[in-house]
């Protein structure tokens, strides 16, 4: 089943500990991009990567770092998370060009 | 710079009726236009997309949408709304020339009463 799997679904973390949201896609996609999705905000692009060892800021890449060393995995790292980084986040993924983006199930982080 | 206004938070509409959730865009080229919906503790799921050609667009679930150039809208609509249909709705731009990102709407949560 073609699909974009993140991990964890929901995670409670503290101020300052480094964590890491994976996310993976087996179609194959070149882009791959993360949003944050907060209440009356709609969804914010974080990140995205048009292809391996690509990767360029979205609106609100502060307090956020990715990595795209192969095709199928694009992890979003959180250095230092902080409290106004408690959000509902997203992974997606697409073909080149005007495609659809297949989106993730979302993990929830909360940071106190 | 791109931009999608969804005027309304919420829209109440009961089974059976029609309903319409509104989208308006701004693109300095044309516009490559996508609804989404997200059920409860799900990811958000691609109902349909307008690129060029009619400006009727068909979709998942008996949803459609419908480009207007001139009021730079893509209105979502379906002729009668079911209970299942309750959920949050996505309008999303690009612009169709250049290799920008996908902007989004703030949403709007649609609640269908029975």
């Known amino acids: 089943e073609a699909q974009v799997t993140q991990n964890p679904r929901y995670l409670i973390t503290v101020t300052g500990k480094k964590l890491t949201v994976t996310c993976s896609q087996n179609?194959?996609?070149?882009?791959m991009s993360w949003y944050r999705q907060d209440p009356g905000l709609g969804l914010r692009q974080i990140y995205y990567?048009?292809?391996?060892?690509?990767?360029d800021k979205g609106d609100v890449p502060e307090g956020y770092k990715v990595s795209r060393k192969e095709k199928r995995n694009f992890p979003l790292i959180l250095e230092s998370p902080s409290p106004n980084q408690t959000s509902l986040y997203f992974c997606?993924?697409?073909?080149?060009?005007?495609?659809?983006?297949?989106f993730g199930q979302g993990t929830r982080l909360t940071v106190v | 710079a791109q931009s999608v206004a969804q005027p309304e938070d919420q829209v109440n509409v009961a089974e059976g009726n029609p309903l319409t959730v509104k989208c308006t865009y701004s693109?300095?080229?044309?516009?490559?236009l996508f609804w989404y919906v997200q059920y409860p503790n799900r990811g958000l799921q691609f109902l349909l997309k307008?690129?060029?050609?009619?400006?009727l667009v068909k979709g998942s679930y008996g949803f459609e949408a419908e480009f207007n150039k001139s009021q730079t809208s893509f209105h979502l609509k379906k002729p009668s709304a079911l209970v299942s249909d309750s959920a949050l709705y996505f309008c999303?731009?690009?612009?169709?020339?250049?290799?920008?990102?996908?902007?989004f709407g703030k949403g709007t949560r649609l609640s269908v009463i029975a």
């Open positions: 997606a993924s697409k073909r080149p060009g005007n495609t659809e983006a297949f």
């Open positions: 179609m194959n996609h070149e882009y």
């Open positions: 990567s048009m292809n391996v060892e690509v990767t």
């Open positions: 693109v300095s080229g044309n516009p490559y």
């Open positions: 307008y690129i060029t050609g009619d400006n």
């Open positions: 999303a731009v690009r612009d169709l020339g250049g290799n920008t990102p996908l902007v």
